[in-house]
Structure formats: C-alpha cells, structure tokens
C-alpha cells in the first residue's frame, strides 16, 4: 500500500520548535523528491522546503530560511523537517508530497494534483 504519513505537529508558543516527519511507503522512496507544503485556512498553499532524492539538495521558501531544516533518511524511508523559532504565521496544515526524479524547482511549481504521491497532513498551531 502506498503511503505518506505525516507526524509530528502539535501546538506550540511562538519561538518553540516542531520536528515534522513524512514517512513513505509502498514505492521507491529513493527515487522520489520530497517537498513540504503548508495550507492555512483561506490562504493559498505554500512551498515549504524540499529535497532531492540524489544529491540531497535543498530549497527552502524565503518565510523559513533559516529556521526550517529538511532532511531525508533514504534507509528509514522518511523525510523530516526541523522547524525553529516558529511564528503564529506558521500555522497551517503541514503536508508532504513525492515527485519522482523532480528537480525542486520543479517540485515546488506543480499543481497538487500532478505529484505521484500527496499526504493527508499534520496540524501546526502555534499560539500564546
């Protein structure tokens, strides 16, 4: 069965961390590009970070530079994202997605409907 499982939202106070995983299987997870998006209600879908399946390259939006970091266990078959200093902006519905053999300035562009894979997603709240 094929899956992409996201885990690890929660709510948090502004400045605080969340450590976000997309955990994948039934397909090839080596092979696959792995983008974060986030979706807050009444705003449009937002690129996070993504990265590569081969070189381990990374791209990240301008609103996280610096306090996200992506990174991927091809063994565990499992991309994370580290997420610091976190702001009440930050709030969204986080969700991964699997692009086969993409480059992210790719993977970040397509429609959500034109990814191989899409997960249901893991809230983040972050509020006083």
């Known amino acids: 069965q094929v899956q992409l499982v996201e885990s690890g939202g929660g709510s948090v106070q502004p400045g605080g961390s969340l450590r976000l995983s997309c955990a994948a299987s039934?397909?090839?997870?080596?092979?696959?590009?792995i983008a974060w998006f986030r979706q807050a209600p009444g705003r449009e879908r937002e690129g996070v970070s993504c990265?590569?399946?081969?070189?381990?390259?990374?791209y990240y939006a301008d609103s996280v530079k610096g306090r996200f970091t992506i990174s991927r266990d091809n063994t565990g078959n499992t991309v994370y994202l580290q997420m610091e200093s976190l702001t009440p902006e930050d709030t969204a519905v986080y969700h991964c997605?699997?692009?086969?053999?993409?480059?992210?300035?790719?993977?970040?562009?397509?429609?959500?409907?034109?990814?191989?894979?899409w997960g249901q997603g893991t809230q983040v709240t972050v509020s006083s």
């Open positions: 039934g397909f090839t997870f080596n092979y696959y590009t």
């Open positions: 990265i590569s399946p081969s070189d381990g390259s990374t």
């Open positions: 997605a699997a692009d086969f053999l993409s480059a992210c300035r790719t993977t970040m562009t397509r429609q959500t409907r034109e990814y191989d894979y």
